[in-house]
C-alpha cells in the first residue's frame, strides 16, 4: 500500500511538474523542462530547450517549426539568446505572479524574464503558443490581444513571420526590428539589423552596426521603390501603416497552406523561404542584397548604379565625378557633382529622371495632399531642396515628397520611379533657343540630305567593318581566338558535334587544362545575326543561376560568331522525354526535380535577375542536363529584357516554336513574362505524357495535346495523360496536381495565369489550386516527328489552324 502510494504521489509530481507536449499552453503549476515541449494547436511550432549544433555546449528556449527534422531546427524566435545555458538540469521555464515568464535554475536564479505590459497582477496568468508561432501571456480568461500581459512577436530575433511587424511606435517608443545571430550557433544579437526606417519617410533598411548597408528604397503607395518585383500576387499581401502614431511594415499570407518565412543571417543577406512539403526542405524565394547595386551608396551622392553596365555606376545626366581619378579606376565611393553649380536666386530648374530607384530618404520632407506641381513649387522655393517626387504612384500618382542635401543610394532599374532633380537653369536651356535650333536646323535639312547623299556609299562600304567592331566593343564576356575554338572542337570534326539548330551547330570541345564545353557554331547562313547574337552574350552573360546554362566566352574572327558554353554531358530534355528508351532514365521524381528547376530557373528571370527576360523560346530541346540530371535553361537567343512588371512588349517579327508560344503572341505578337508561362505549362504537360504538343495525334480527335489534356482534365480522367514509363509510380496525386498547375499556366488569357512565383510555391505546397479555364488549343494534322523544327517567320506568314469551337 505504502508502495502504491509513493508511486502515485511520483506520478503526481511528474504530472505537475512538467507539460505534455499536446498542450500549447504553460500555467502556474505546469512548469516547461527540457525534453518537453509545448506544440501550437494546429501542429505548426515548438517552444523547448535546444542547442544549435553540435559545436556548442549552450542551451536555448526557442521556437521553431515542428515539421523540421532535429538537428537542423529552424529556429524563428530565442528567449534568452544573450544568456545561453551551461546545461539545462534543473532549468524550467514557469509563469510567475503577477503575470510573467521566468527562465530559472535549480538554485531559482532567474537568466530571463518577460516585463508585462500592464501594471495590475492578473488572477490566472498561462503562457500559449499560438499557431502564428506567436508566444504570449495572457489571463486564461481573456483572449483579446490588445489585452496580452507579453508577446514575442514584440521581441523579434533574425525571423520575421507572417503577421509580425517592423517599425516604431512613435508614442511608446518602442521599435520592432530584426537582429542576426553572431553566427550559426550563436544566436546571440550580431552585427545586421533590419528596420523600418521612419527617419525621413519610411524605408526599410539594413545596418552593419551603424552603417547602412542595404535599402529598399521608400514606400510609395504599392511596395517599396527598390523592390519593384514586390508586387500584388495570390500568395501574401504587404502593408505599410504610416500615420503620427505609427511607422509599421508587415505581410499576411492570404493561403495558410503556404509556409514562409523572411530572416537576416548572420553574413547579412535577407533571404525569404517557402517550405517545400513533398522534399521536405526550405527553399530561397527572393534575396537582398542580390547584386552590387543593392549594396547601400555603391555609386555615392548622384551617381547611378546599373547592373546591366560595365563598370556597373556612372553619373546622372549633367553631373560628373567629383573625384575623375579615383572614379576611372572604380572607386565611387566620392560620388558625383553638378556639372554646372546651383544659383538657387537665378532660378534653378529640375530635370526629370525615370526609371529609378529613389533615394535615400533620410532628410526629406512629405505632404500626402500635394499635387506635384505643388511639390515643384515648394521645392524651388527652399534652396535647400534638392529633388521632389510623388508621394504615392497609385491613380497616376499624389503626394509630394522632397529630398534635402546629397541624393544617395540611386540606382535604376526595370519598373522605377520618376523623379524631379534640382539642375542649374543654364542646363535647362530656354524656349528661345530651341526655336532658333529648329529654324537652323531647318535650313540645314537641305544641306544634309545632299551630304547624306555623298555619305551613303561609304556608310554602305564600311557597315561590315564597323558592326564587327562595334560587336566586339559590345560584349563584355572572355574572347577566345578562331584557332583555340577549331582545335578545342577537333576542327568542328562530325564525331565531335552534339547537335544541329536552326542557327547552326553545337560541338563538344576541350580546351586547354582539360575544361570540356559546348561549342555553338552560328552557320554563315544562319538566320541569326549580329544582333541576335550580341543579345544572346549580353543577356546571358549577366545572368547567375544554377538553372541557365553558363557562357563561358564566345570567339569572332572573320564571318565566325561562336558561343562557348559549359558542357552538359546528358544533353537535352528531349532527348530522354520524347525516345520511348531513354525516357526510362527519368523517373518522376527527376522529372519532378526538372520541372521545379526549370520554374526556379524562370523566376529568376522574370523577377530577381539584374535584368526583366522573357525567354520566348522555353522548349524541351532548348532544356539542358548536367551529370546529375539538374536542369538548365539555354538558348537566349531571341530572348528580351522588357521594363515593368507584367507587360512585355508588340513585335511584327514573332519568332520561337510551334506548340510552345502562346495564343496572344503567335496571333498578335504580343509577348509578355506570361506568354513564358504558357511555355511552361506546355513543357509541363510533354514532361508528364512523353508527347510533343506539336505533332500530337489521337485517334479519337484531331485537337493537340493541349486539347487532349482539357478533354481528360474535364472528364476526371487526367491520370491518363501520364508516360507509360511512369505508370508504377506512387505519385499519382502529384502527377494530378502537376497537370492542374500546367492547365493553369496554359490558359488562354494571359491574365488567368499565375506569374513564376506563384508557380514555384503551387509546386512546393499543397494549397488549393484555383479551378483552371479552357486553354486555347488547336485542331492538328499528322505529320512525321522529323518535320518537327524550330522556325523563325514574320507575323503575316503565320497560318493558324481554326480553333476548337468547343
Known amino acids: 500500500m505504502e508502495s502504491f502510494l509513493l508511486m502515485l504521489q511520483i506520478l503526481l509530481c511528474g504530472f505537475l511538474c512538467s507539460i505534455s507536449s499536446a498542450k500549447d499552453t504553460i500555467t502556474v503549476s505546469d512548469f516547461l523542462i527540457d525534453g518537453k515541449i509545448i506544440i501550437s494547436s494546429d501542429g505548426s511550432f515548438e517552444l523547448g530547450f535546444f542547442s544549435p549544433g553540435s559545436f556548442t555546449n549552450n542551451w536555448y528556449v526557442g521556437i521553431w517549426y515542428k515539421?523540421?527534422?532535429?538537428?537542423?531546427?529552424?529556429?524563428?524566435?530565442?528567449?534568452?539568446?544573450?544568456?545561453?545555458?551551461?546545461?539545462?538540469s534543473g532549468v524550467m521555464l514557469k509563469i510567475v505572479d503577477p503575470g510573467r515568464l521566468d527562465l530559472v535554475t535549480s538554485a531559482n536564479t532567474s537568466i530571463w524574464s518577460t516585463n508585462s505590459s500592464r501594471p495590475l497582477a492578473v488572477k490566472n496568468?498561462?503562457?500559449?503558443?499560438?499557431?502564428?508561432?506567436?508566444?504570449?501571456?495572457?489571463?486564461?480568461?481573456?483572449?483579446?490581444?490588445?489585452?496580452?500581459?507579453?508577446?514575442?512577436?514584440?521581441y523579434p530575433t533574425d525571423t520575421l513571420l507572417p503577421?509580425?511587424?517592423?517599425?516604431?511606435?512613435?508614442?511608446?517608443?518602442?521599435?520592432?526590428?530584426?537582429?542576426?545571430?553572431?553566427?550559426?550557433?550563436?544566436?546571440?544579437?550580431?552585427?545586421?539589423?533590419?528596420?523600418?526606417?521612419?527617419?525621413?519617410?519610411?524605408?526599410?533598411?539594413?545596418?552593419?552596426?551603424?552603417?547602412?548597408?542595404?535599402?529598399?528604397?521608400?514606400?510609395?503607395?504599392?511596395?517599396?521603390?527598390?523592390?519593384?518585383?514586390?508586387?500584388?500576387?495570390?500568395?501574401?499581401?504587404?502593408?505599410?501603416?504610416?500615420?503620427?502614431?505609427?511607422?509599421?511594415?508587415?505581410?499576411t499570407l492570404m493561403d495558410n497552406s503556404v509556409v514562409s518565412k523572411l530572416t537576416l543571417n548572420s553574413h547579412g543577406m535577407l533571404k525569404r523561404w517557402t517550405w517545400d512539403e513533398k522534399r521536405q526542405e526550405w527553399h530561397v524565394y527572393l534575396a537582398s542584397p542580390a547584386d552590387a547595386c543593392e549594396n547601400y551608396g555603391t555609386c555615392g551622392s548622384y551617381g547611378s548604379c546599373n547592373i546591366i553596365l560595365s563598370p556597373v555606376c556612372r553619373c546622372l545626366d549633367k553631373f560628373v565625378p567629383k573625384d575623375p581619378k579615383n572614379w576611372v579606376v572604380s572607386k565611387w565611393s566620392g560620388g558625383c557633382v553638378r556639372r554646372r553649380p546651383l544659383n538657387c536666386q537665378n532660378a534653378d530648374g529640375f530635370l526629370k529622371y525615370s526609371g529609378i530607384k529613389l533615394p535615400d530618404t533620410q532628410y526629406s520632407w512629405f505632404d500626402v495632399s500635394m499635387s506635384l506641381q505643388q511639390c515643384e513649387k515648394v521645392c524651388l522655393n527652399n534652396c535647400s531642396c534638392m529633388a521632389y517626387s510623388n508621394l504615392d504612384i497609385r491613380n497616376g500618382g499624389r503626394g509630394c515628397l522632397l529630398w534635402y542635401g546629397d541624393l544617395i543610394d540611386i540606382r535604376e532599374l526595370p519598373g522605377g520611379q520618376d523623379i524631379y532633380i534640382r539642375i542649374a537653369n543654364s542646363e535647362l536651356g530656354s524656349k528661345k533657343k530651341t526655336k532658333v535650333l529648329v529654324l537652323s536646323l531647318s535650313l540645314?535639312?537641305?544641306?544634309?540630305?545632299?551630304?547624306?547623299?555623298?555619305?551613303?556609299?561609304?556608310?554602305?562600304?564600311s557597315k561590315k567593318k564597323k558592326r564587327k567592331m562595334t560587336l566586339k566593343d559590345d560584349l563584355e564576356l572572355p574572347l577566345f581566338s578562331l584557332s583555340t575554338i577549331t582545335k578545342a572542337a577537333s576542327n568542328f570534326s562530325d564525331k565531335n558535334m552534339l547537335g544541329e539548330g536552326g542557327f547552326g551547330s553545337v560541338y563538344k570541345g576541350i580546351l586547354e587544362g582539360r575544361q570540356e564545353v559546348a561549342i555553338k557554331r552560328l552557320s554563315k547562313s544562319s538566320s541569326q545575326g549580329v544582333n541576335e547574337f550580341k543579345n544572346e552574350v549580353n543577356c546571358i552573360a549577366k545572368l547567375q543561376h544554377r538553372n541557365l546554362v553558363k557562357l563561358i566566352g564566345c570567339c569572332i574572327e572573320g564571318e565566325e560568331k561562336i558561343l562557348v558554353y559549359e558542357y552538359m554531358p546528358n544533353r537535352?530534355?528531349?532527348?530522354?522525354?520524347?525516345?520511348?528508351?531513354?525516357?526510362?532514365?527519368?523517373?518522376?521524381?527527376?522529372?519532378?526535380?526538372?520541372?521545379n528547376g526549370i520554374a526556379r530557373g524562370l523566376l529568376y528571370l522574370h523577377h530577381d535577375s539584374r535584368l526583366r527576360i522573357i525567354h520566348r523560346d522555353l522548349k524541351a530541346s532548348n532544356i539542358l542536363l548536367d551529370a546529375d540530371m539538374n536542369p538548365k535553361i539555354s538558348d537566349f537567343g531571341i530572348a528580351r529584357s522588357v521594363i515593368g512588371n507584367k507587360t512585355g512588349a508588340n513585335t511584327h517579327h514573332v519568332v520561337g516554336t510551334h506548340g510552345y508560344m502562346s495564343p496572344e503572341y503567335l496571333i498578335h505578337g504580343v509577348f509578355s513574362i506570361k506568354s513564358d508561362v504558357f511555355s511552361f505549362g506546355v513543357?509541363?504537360?510533354?514532361?508528364?505524357?512523353?508527347?510533343?504538343?506539336?505533332?500530337?495525334?489521337?485517334?479519337?480527335?484531331?485537337?493537340?495535346?493541349?486539347?487532349?489534356?482539357?478533354?481528360?482534365?474535364?472528364?476526371?480522367?487526367?491520370?491518363?495523360?501520364?508516360?507509360?514509363?511512369?505508370?508504377?509510380?506512387?505519385?499519382?496525386?502529384?502527377?494530378?496536381?502537376?497537370?492542374?498547375?500546367?492547365?493553369?499556366?496554359?490558359?488562354?488569357?494571359?491574365e488567368d495565369r499565375p506569374d513564376m512565383s506563384e508557380v514555384v510555391v503551387m509546386l512546393a505546397n499543397d494549397a488549393i489550386l484555383p479551378e483552371a479555364k479552357e486553354p486555347c488549343f488547336f485542331t492538328e494534322s499528322k505529320f512525321p516527328d522529323s518535320e518537327y523544327s524550330t522556325s523563325m517567320y514574320s507575323i503575316n506568314e503565320i497560318t493558324v489552324t481554326q480553333l476548337d469551337p468547343r
Request: aromatic content about 12%; proline content about 5%; overall charge neutral.
Open 683 to 750: 513543357l509541363v504537360l510533354e514532361i508528364i505524357s512523353g508527347r510533343r504538343n506539336r505533332g500530337f495525334f489521337h485517334e479519337s480527335h484531331s485537337i493537340n495535346l493541349l486539347g487532349h489534356v482539357w478533354k481528360l482534365y474535364k472528364e476526371g480522367r487526367p491520370l491518363e495523360l501520364i508516360d507509360v514509363q511512369l505508370t508504377d509510380s506512387c505519385y499519382f496525386t502529384e502527377l494530378q496536381r502537376l497537370i492542374h498547375v500546367a492547365l493553369l499556366c496554359v490558359q488562354h488569357s494571359p
Open 125 to 154: 496568468p498561462i503562457a500559449q503558443l499560438l499557431n502564428s508561432g506567436n508566444l504570449i501571456v495572457r489571463d486564461a480568461n481573456d483572449s483579446k490581444p490588445e489585452n496580452f500581459l507579453w508577446q514575442s512577436f514584440d
Open 444 to 461: 540645314l535639312s537641305g544641306v544634309s540630305v545632299i551630304g547624306l547623299i555623298i555619305g551613303l556609299y561609304i556608310l554602305i562600304k
Open 67 to 88: 515539421h523540421d527534422d532535429v538537428p537542423d531546427k529552424s529556429v524563428v524566435w530565442v528567449a534568452n539568446r544573450e544568456t545561453p545555458l551551461n546545461n539545462t
Open 163 to 251: 503577421g509580425m511587424k517592423l517599425g516604431k511606435n512613435f508614442v511608446t517608443g518602442q521599435e520592432l526590428y530584426l537582429s542576426s545571430w553572431k553566427n550559426e550557433y550563436d544566436p546571440a544579437p550580431g552585427e545586421y539589423t533590419y528596420h523600418c526606417d521612419p527617419t525621413g519617410y519610411p524605408q526599410n533598411v539594413m545596418r552593419k552596426g551603424k552603417v547602412k548597408v542595404f535599402s529598399t528604397g521608400p514606400w510609395n503607395g504599392l511596395r517599396w521603390s527598390g523592390v519593384p518585383g514586390l508586387t500584388k500576387n495570390t500568395i501574401y499581401t504587404f502593408k505599410l501603416d504610416f500615420d503620427e502614431k505609427k511607422a509599421i511594415y508587415s505581410y
Open 572 to 595: 537535352s530534355l528531349d532527348f530522354f522525354i520524347f525516345d520511348e528508351n531513354r525516357s526510362s532514365i527519368l523517373d518522376w521524381p527527376k522529372r519532378f526535380n526538372v520541372i
